[in-house]
């Protein structure tokens, strides 16, 4: 199971640096486009029909590019109070139980998620030609990536009921500093 962890830790590390990368030009996106909109608004006087809507759809992705890496990183807020006052073996039970949750939904977002981007992807934006579908798909694009990050964690929980000095999942505790 250990070696499992490893190779499913190494292949998460390896997406959530992608994404960073996706995260960084999507920022940049988001800025030139406001950028623009703005300049040609107020500067020449004249307003660009698709500025504040693709800024919205780059939003979009931008949240659910971002969330497997905030996922990766324990970087969500947390109350870590009472996991913190619970024995090894019981705060392990009760992370499991969460990324399990975690996991079950983000399973339902990928299934739900791709059905609704299908069956968008006859209509378009009102100011730029795209399909439905590339925005929509947003949703299952993040949310399987939070499943697999998931996975990991519920069996790094799973093995730290019957390890607890083996595994340490409080928040912060697996960060890769070569994503921040």
Do not use: H
Request: charge should be positive; glycine fraction near 4%.
């Amino acid at each position: 199971m250990k070696r499992l962890i490893a190779v499913l830790n190494w292949t998460n590390l390896t997406i959530c640096a992608g994404l960073r990368w996706l995260t960084i030009l999507l920022m940049a996106a988001i800025t030139l486009n406001v950028f623009a909109g703005v300049f040609w608004r107020y500067v020449l006087n004249s307003s660009l029909p698709w500025y504040e809507e693709a800024g919205k759809y780059m939003m979009f992705w931008l949240v659910f590019a971002a969330a497997p890496i905030v996922l990766k990183n324990r970087g969500q807020i947390a109350l870590d109070i009472i996991p913190n006052l619970l024995p090894p073996r019981i705060r392990n039970l009760n992370y499991l139980i969460i990324y399990l949750v975690v996991l079950g939904l983000m399973c339902v977002f990928v299934w739900q998620g791709y059905s609704i981007a299908w069956v968008a992807r006859k209509q378009q934006p009102s100011s730029f030609e795209l399909s439905f579908f590339w925005i929509y798909f947003a949703i299952p694009f993040g949310s399987a990536i939070m499943a697999l990050i998931s996975l990991e964690f519920s069996l790094s929980a799973l093995l730290g009921i019957f390890r607890p000095d083996e595994v340490d999942l409080e928040p912060g505790s697996m960060i890769d500093n070569s994503l921040s």
